[in-house]
């Protein structure tokens, strides 16, 4: 389903880490301990937008969002997850599943753009990882 060519935009493989990869998609957790914060990527090169998809792989990353937000619900017990596909700044399509709670730093406004990103230390970027890899299914 992968396109041999495909690319991590740079913006995105600086502000994340590997976490899983699925049929579609690679489940990368991006680089800000304050919010539990995971960014899908289909690995089809030049696509910006979700109906830039086929229809399978349009149902696929469906599929994926939906098994990594309940998964993530799960994990982090969050009170709402919020799930976007914006690229305004990164237009390669990638979709954000963050885990949000009302005492979060920028509740309740969207995530990004809000304050200076804390970057995870090395122990509990991988404690998170191993969380989340252990949650997720084989996709």
């Known amino acids: 389903m992968a396109v041999a060519s495909f690319q991590l935009d740079p913006r995105l493989a600086a502000d994340t880490h590997p976490v899983v990869r699925w049929g579609l998609s690679d489940v990368l957790l ?8 995971v960014v899908l990527v289909p690995r089809i090169a030049g696509v910006t ?34 799930t976007a596909a914006l690229g305004n700044i990164v237009s390669q399509l990638h979709v954000h599943v963050v885990a949000r709670y009302a005492t979060d730093e920028a509740w309740p406004a969207p995530v990004w753009g809000v304050g200076t990103a804390k970057l995870y230390d090395t122990v509990a970027r991988g404690h998170i990882i191993d969380r989340l890899s252990r949650e997720l299914p084989g996709l």
Do not use: C, H, I, Y
């Open 49 to 82: 937008e979700w109906f830039d998809l086929s229809e399978v792989q349009q149902a696929t990353l469906l599929n994926e969002t939906l098994v990594l937000g309940k998964a993530m619900q799960r994990v982090f017990s969050a009170e709402k997850m919020n």
């Open 30 to 37: 991006m680089d800000d301990a304050r919010f539990p914060w």
